[in-house]
C-alpha cells in the first residue's frame, strides 16, 4: 500500500470493484481494502448478472480484481478498523497498524443477513435454505419449497415463490395471523398452510430433507425459504455521524440502510455508498452498478476539486510570476535553465547583418547576447534576475577575447524600466509573454527604442502552441501573434518587414517530434 489515495474503496465486492475500476480507469489513484466476507459466498452461481449468469461468485470477483489491478488499482486484504476526518479527507486505518489517507471514501461493505434462531439453519444458508426467488428460484423450480414464516410479509413471500412450483408450503411458525383474503389467496394458488412452531431444520447426506414442527411431526422439504433482517454492515461509518435508517416494506422494517443520493453520495461530504449497504434489494449486477455510478460521481467531484485548486494555483502563478523573487527561485532551482543556444529567429534575422548597437530584452542567461557580440555588435542584455545575469557574464568571459567587454549588463523590472530612446540599432525581445496591457506598454517602449534605420525583432510563442503537446504555460491572454503586434505599432514610423507565424521542428517532454510556431514581427524605423 501507498501512503495516499485519491480513494479508498472499503469493501471488495461487485459493488466496491465496480466502483474502483471506473476511478482506475479514470485514472485515480484507488486502494481497495476488502475483509473476504462476501454475503454470497455460500451461492453456487450469480444470476440475473447479463453476460456472466450462472458464473460463481469467487470466479466474477476474481476476474473483477484482475481488473482493477490492470488499470492500476490496488487490492489488499484486510479490515477497515476506523475512519476519521484528516483535514479535507479521510485517515482510514487498515487491521490497527497501517493508516492510509484518501480524499474520498467509497464504502461497499454490504449487509447482515440476521436469521432467525432455529437449529440447523445456518448451515444451510444460501445452498437449501434461501431467501430470494430471483436469485434461487429457477435453482428449485419445481421442488418441494417450505416459506417460514417470520412477519407479516410471509403470505407475500409465499405467493412470489409459488411462480417457481407448485409445491409451495407456508410454514406458520406462529408468527402470522391469516385473514380471509389472505385464506383465500393461498388456496387459490394451492399453497397449503402447515401450523404450529417449527423446531428445527433437518438435513442427511448434505442436503436439506425437511423440517421437524415442535409437535414432533415431519414436514418434507427440498428447500426452505426464509426472511431475514438485512441489516447494513455500517459500523465503521459511526465515527463519521453515518448512521443506518430502517428500509420498510408494505409498512414493515426489513432492514437497515445508509441513506444516500441516486449517486451514493452520503450526508456527509466525500463519502459515498453502493450495494447492499445503501440498496438491500440490490443483486450483483445492480450493486456492480451503482458502484460504477458512485465512481463515476467521486471522479466528477474530484475534477471539480482539481479544477478549483488549479484554478487558484493559476491566478497566484499569474500574480507572481512577474515579480523578481518568482524569477530568481527559478533560476536558482537549477544549473540551467535554457538550452545556451541563440534564438533561432534572432539567428534567421540578423546573421550577417552589419553589427551597432542590440538591446536585447530578457536576457536571460545570455545566449542571444553572447552570439550578438560574437558578430560585433555592442550588447546591452537586460533581466530582472540577477542570478541569470551573472551567468550570462560568466558565458560571455569564457567565450574569451574582448568579448566580455563588448556586453553591458542591466538588472531591472522590464515592466517598470524603460530603455533610451532611439538608442539602438536593434531591439530585440524573445518571448517576453505578459498581460496584454503591460505587454502593449513596454512593446511601445520597445518601439520607442529603435533608431531611425533600425529595426525591432519580437518572437513569441504562437497561440496555436498551446493545441500542442508542447506544454506551453496555459495563459492564452499573454500570447500574441505577429499581426497584433504590428498593429500595435505606429506606421509611419515603422515598415513592417514580416508578420508571421513560423513553424519550427520541436520535440515535446514525452520525446514526441512535433511542429511549433513562432510568431515573428520584424519591422524597421522609418
Known amino acids: 500500500m501507498d501512503d495516499r489515495y485519491d ?3 472499503v469493501g471488495g465486492g461487485a459493488a466496491g470493484l465496480a466502483g474502483a475500476l471506473a476511478l482506475a480507469r479514470a485514472r485515480r489513484s484507488v486502494l481497495v481494502v476488502d475483509s473476504g466476507e462476501p454475503r454470497n459466498a455460500p451461492s453456487d452461481g450469480v444470476h440475473n448478472y447479463l453476460g456472466r449468469e450462472g458464473t460463481p461468485p469467487g470466479q466474477l470477483m476474481a476476474v473483477g480484481r484482475d481488473e482493477v489491478t490492470g488499470y492500476g488499482g490496488q487490492i489488499v486484504a484486510g479490515r477497515v478498523d476506523a475512519v476519521e476526518r484528516d483535514g479535507d479527507g479521510f485517515a482510514v486505518t487498515v487491521d490497527a497498524t497501517r493508516t492510509v489517507r484518501a480524499r474520498r471514501l467509497l464504502v461497499t461493505t454490504g449487509l447482515v443477513d440476521e436469521l432467525p434462531q432455529l437449529p440447523g439453519l445456518s448451515q444451510r444458508w444460501g445452498r437449501d435454505v434461501l431467501h430470494c426467488p430471483y436469485c434461487h428460484g429457477w435453482e428449485v423450480r419445481d421442488r418441494r419449497i417450505g416459506v417460514l414464516a417470520t412477519g407479516p410479509l410471509a ?3 409465499a405467493l412470489l415463490w409459488r411462480q417457481w412450483s407448485p409445491h409451495v408450503l407456508l410454514l406458520a411458525h406462529d408468527a402470522v395471523t391469516l385473514d380471509a383474503e389472505q385464506a383465500e389467496q393461498l388456496a387459490a394458488r394451492s399453497v397449503a398452510v402447515v401450523s404450529g412452531p417449527v423446531a428445527a431444520v433437518e438435513v442427511a447426506d448434505d442436503r436439506l430433507t425437511g423440517v421437524r414442527l415442535a409437535g414432533g411431526e415431519f414436514v418434507e422439504l427440498d428447500a426452505l425459504v426464509v426472511a431475514t433482517r438485512m441489516t447494513a454492515r455500517s459500523t465503521v461509518l459511526a465515527s463519521l455521524g453515518l448512521e443506518p435508517v430502517d428500509v420498510e416494506m408494505s409498512g414493515h422494517v426489513i432492514g437497515s440502510r ?5 449517486t451514493g453520495a ?11 449497504i445503501t440498496d438491500v434489494s440490490a443483486q450483483v449486477i445492480r450493486a456492480a452498478g451503482a458502484g460504477m455510478m458512485a465512481g463515476a460521481a467521486i471522479n466528477a467531484d474530484l475534477v471539480e476539486e482539481d479544477t478549483r485548486t488549479a484554478v487558484a494555483e493559476h491566478r497566484r502563478q499569474r500574480e507572481t510570476m512577474f515579480t523578481e523573487a518568482a524569477w530568481e527561485e527559478r ?13 533561432p529567429q534572432l539567428v534567421a534575422e540578423v546573421d550577417g547583418t552589419p553589427p551597432g548597437r542590440a538591446l536585447d530584452v530578457g536576457c536571460g542567461e545570455g545566449a542571444d547576447a553572447v552570439w550578438l557580440a560574437e558578430r560585433g555588435w555592442r550588447v546591452t542584455g537586460v533581466d530582472i534576475s540577477a542570478t541569470a545575469l551573472a551567468r550570462a557574464a560568466e558565458h560571455a568571459e569564457a567565450a574569451g ?3 566580455a567587454e563588448r556586453i553591458e549588463w542591466t538588472h531591472a523590472d522590464l515592466l517598470r524600466w524603460s530603455p533610451e530612446p532611439g538608442g539602438y540599432d536593434l531591439v530585440s525581445a524573445q518571448f517576453m509573454h505578459l498581460p496584454p496591457q503591460p505587454r502593449r ?7 520607442d527604442a529603435v533608431a531611425p534605420g533600425g529595426r525591432l525583432l519580437i518572437v513569441g510563442h504562437h497561440p496555436r502552441d498551446l493545441r500542442t503537446t508542447a506544454r506551453r504555460p496555459h495563459y492564452p491572454e499573454m500570447m500574441f501573434t505577429a499581426e497584433q503586434v504590428a498593429a500595435e505599432l505606429d506606421a509611419q514610423r515603422f515598415e513592417v518587414l514580416a508578420a508571421q507565424a513560423r513553424p519550427r521542428a520541436a520535440v515535446d517532454p514525452d520525446g514526441r517530434d512535433i511542429v511549433i ?3 515573428v514581427l520584424l519591422a524597421r524605423r522609418r
Open 7 to 9: 480513494v479508498v474503496v
Open 155 to 157: 403470505v407475500h413471500q
Open 258 to 262: 445508509i441513506p444516500a443520493d441516486p
Open 266 to 276: 452520503t450526508a456527509v461530504p466525500g463519502v459515498w455508498v453502493a450495494g447492499n
Open 331 to 343: 533560476y536558482q532551482a537549477r544549473p540551467a535553465v535554457w538550452s545556451g543556444r541563440p534564438n
Open 401 to 403: 577575447g574582448q568579448l
Open 441 to 447: 506598454e513596454l512593446f511601445a517602449r520597445l518601439a
Open 517 to 519: 510556431h513562432d510568431a
